[in-house]
């Protein structure tokens, strides 16, 4: 039997998995023909046949394969939502050209479900609903009926502000999301279970603190008092800080993007500094790299365990979102993918991260931008940031600033073609802008988040060890505000098809694992002669 390595079975079947199930995005159904699941299992007892009868490798390789196959497949069919009457979407309406006087108002009962998402002249709630009252032609009252789901209600009024667990009740136009220009807002909100929304809604709040006891709902305790510090931090951020810097570090720092000005956003755009006012792995990153160059005297083994702990903290301390914990998981995995220094074990990892992930919630891998980022960047991390170590000789190592910047350059150049994706411009000067801010902005992240917590002490104390954090987001923003007023800075690529870049993707990776069998097979061969 040629011998082929286990690790090989275990990327094949990992990879099989991925790619059935990125394909499936354009298949989506809730049961596929019994005529597929007839070839997968004939398949498997063929080739799980053949590899028994003649010790075939290949023949249990590709064995691997089709597994992966039908479980993407599988957990597809699982996942897929089709809505029924006890769905809350159910009793929601298209608007099409109609009018809100065209449209019947519902009233609905449940529970604020995540952490509110406060934006200057709005806020938007997930409401997890029990209840719904729909009015009815001819009835003096509307019958409450039970219903189970999620919804998103946009709340215009300033006051009284509604926190996460309370119990409310909620008015308005029941609608089903729909595409907004090229932004397909239905395909980002079902990644969260979200398939109904209410754009102007009136809540009032009828209890409150129910955090701890909707634990299939609204969380544990455990959240409110995540979400509660965070308020807390920000606000403080928000008092040692003016803005827009207070609003740029909370961006850093939580991932919120609420009060950043909207030039100071096109500016990025334009540079391609978008992706560090997200939490991302590209966060989670600078995260590591602070902590690998902080402990530059310690030999690199010794600096996993501390940098594990900072991924944590870092996580619970932004409020432990999915989409933190996502980056948090990735990030993690590119750091044990550094410390191991084995391309075979890196991949393995970074494969099952993504695909348990994806296991569990298909549409991470279609509709989460985060998470492909995050996925991106830890491949940066783990491929090219070693093959790129020689570029990097000519800057200074002290206190680990050639491991910061070509941590941070690796994990963005794997991330362009699907930023160019995502935001419709191509920044020509987004090289040179990463360039000049990847040594700035782990400044800023480590006094902005020292000063802040010094100011829930003390605010003076606060406002001097934050200040070296506001000088280094004042040089970012003059920075991209200069490089952003440079003709042709960035190209607009909104014409630009997907299938462009997820080919470039799909090529990359290809040579990524070809390169990956290739180096295998060389080591296999060199242990043969020897």
């Known amino acids: 039997m040629a011998h082929i390595p286990k690790s ?16 499936l995005q354009w298949w989506q159904v809730s049961e596929y023909p019994k005529e597929i699941w007839i070839i997968f299992f004939f ?28 479980i993407g497949f599988f957990r597809v069919a699982e996942t897929t939502h089709e809505t029924t009457p006890e769905d809350v979407e159910y009793h929601a309406v298209l608007r099409g050209d109609r009018k809100d006087k065209e449209l019947p ?27 719904i009252s729909v009015p009815l032609v001819g009835a003096l009252r509307a019958t409450p009926l039970p219903v189970q789901g999620k919804i998103l209600v946009t709340d215009h009024a300033f006051y009284p502000p509604r926190n996460y667990g309370d119990e ?20 980002y909100l079902s990644r969260y279970g979200i398939y109904a929304v209410i754009y102007r809604g009136t809540i009032e ?8 006891t909707r634990l299939t709902t609204s969380g544990s305790r455990f959240f409110d008092f995540l979400y509660s510090l965070k308020d807390r931090f920000e606000y403080t951020l928000n008092r040692l800080l003016p803005e827009p810097h207070a609003s740029f570090m909370a961006g850093l720092l939580t991932g919120s993007r609420r009060g950043i000005p909207e030039h100071l956003l096109k500016d990025f755009q334009k540079t391609g500094l978008t992706h560090i006012i997200a939490i991302s792995g590209y966060n989670i990153a600078i995260v590591i790299a602070v902590i690998s160059g902080a402990l530059f005297f310690l030999p690199l083994k010794w600096r996993l365990l501390p940098a594990l702990i900072a991924i944590t903290f870092f996580t619970l301390f932004v409020g432990a979102s999915p989409s933190v914990v996502r980056a948090a998981i990735m990030g993690g995995l590119s750091l044990f993918a ?37 996925f991106l960047s830890v491949v940066g991390l783990s491929f090219l940031a070693p093959k790129l170590e020689r570029f990097f000789r000519f800057v200074p190592t002290t206190l680990g600033f050639r491991e910061s ?68 987001l004042e040089v970012v923003i003059r920075i991209a505000h200069f490089l952003a007023e440079i003709p042709y800075a960035s190209v607009n690529m909104e014409g630009m098809r997907g299938m462009y870049v997820w080919g470039y993707y799909g090529v990359l990776f290809f040579v990524i694992v ?7 097979i060389t080591l296999r061969s060199k242990e043969v002669r020897g």
């Open 405 to 472: 910047v070509q941590m941070t350059i690796s994990a963005q150049l794997m991330a362009v073609p699907l930023i160019i994706l995502l935001f419709g411009e191509f920044s020509l000067i987004a090289p040179l802008a990463n360039i000049l801010v990847a040594p700035l902005i782990p400044i800023a992240m480590i006094f902005g988040f020292l000063g802040t917590l010094a100011g829930f002490i003390s605010e003076p104390l606060g406002l001097l060890i934050a200040y070296p954090g506001w000088g280094a």
């Open 168 to 187: 409310v009740r909620v008015t308005g136009i029941l609608e089903k999301p729909t595409q907004i220009e090229d932004f397909a807002y239905d395909r």
């Open 514 to 520: 070809s390169w990956f069998f290739y180096k295998q």
């Open 338 to 374: 550094l410390h191991v220094g084995r391309e075979r074990h890196s991949l393995i990892a970074i494969l099952f991260a993504a695909a348990a992930m994806v296991f569990f919630n298909p549409k991470l891998l279609w509709y989460d931008a985060g998470f492909q980022l995050s």
């Open 43 to 70: 398949s498997i007892l063929l080739f799980f046949g053949v590899g028994v009868i003649m010790r075939s490798g290949f023949s249990f390789l590709m064995l691997c394969i089709v597994i992966g196959a039908s």
């Open 8 to 23: 090989w079975y275990t990327i094949a079947l990992l990879f099989s998995f991925l790619l059935t199930t990125a394909l």
């Open 205 to 212: 709040t009828l209890s409150g603190g129910h955090g701890s």
């Open 105 to 131: 108002r519902v009233t609905l009962r449940g529970y604020i479900s995540d952490e509110p998402d406060r934006r200057p002249m709005q806020t938007k709630y997930t409401v997890a609903v029990d209840e």
